[in-house]
Every structure is written in C-alpha cells, then in structure tokens.
C-alpha cells in the first residue's frame, strides 16, 4: 500500500489560486488511480477529481474549468491546482490512492482550504 500526505492548503480571498500537492510513498506502481476529495462540515465527502492511469480525468461539475489535477512524471507527487476559488470551495481537502489487484484504497491526513469572500 501507499502512505499520502497533503500539504498547500490556506486561507485565500474569493478568486484567488491555491495548488495543493500529494506526495506518495510506498507501492507507488500498484497505484491504478489518484483522486482529491472534498468535506465540508456537515457535508458528506465528495470526490472533486480523478487521474487514472491511462485513462479519461474526470472533474466534479461544480470545479470543471477551474481545477486541474495531474501528476509528476515519477508518480511521486499528485497536484490539484485551484483557480478562481469561491467560497463554497471551502473545505478540507483530501488525497486518496486506489489499486485494483489486489484492491485497496489509501487516504492522506487532509489539507484545510478556506476562500473567504
């Protein structure tokens, strides 16, 4: 398995830019998907975007055009960059790592992101 750390989340005004990185440490090369996840207070967790390997990133509707999340060539880091944050972003932010054979899933500790208006 793998063990994340989050790190890159603050506080930033409404439009404003944050990237937020995931650095991945153990069976890096089991690794079939990277996603950052979202959580509100009192909010159910929500996945805000996807890059599998080899396959079609997906992005929540709601940070379509405004995030983008990618990896670095050694599959050490994963990056959410954020552009035009609003409010309703607000959230910790959470890097998870997903394997299908044989299957298991890992979660980072979690990145509070605040945008204040």
């Known amino acids: 398995q793998v063990h994340l750390v989050e790190s890159g989340g603050g506080l930033v005004q409404a439009g404003g830019s944050l990237r937020l990185s995931c650095a991945v440490s153990?069976?890096?090369?089991?690794?079939?998907?990277m996603a950052w996840y979202r959580q509100a207070p009192g909010n159910q967790r929500e996945l805000v975007a996807r890059?599998?390997?080899?396959?079609?990133?997906y992005y929540a509707d709601s940070v379509k055009g405004r995030f983008t999340i990618s990896r670095d060539n050694t599959k050490t880091t994963t990056y959410l960059q954020m552009f035009n944050l609003i409010p309703e972003d607000t959230a910790v932010y959470y890097c998870?790592?997903?394997?299908?054979?044989?299957?298991?899933?890992?979660w980072g500790q979690g990145t509070q992101v605040t945008v204040s208006s």
């Open positions: 998870n790592a997903r394997a299908w054979a044989p299957p298991y899933e890992s």
């Open positions: 890059i599998p390997d080899g396959g079609t990133t």
């Open positions: 153990g069976s890096i090369f089991s690794i079939n998907a």
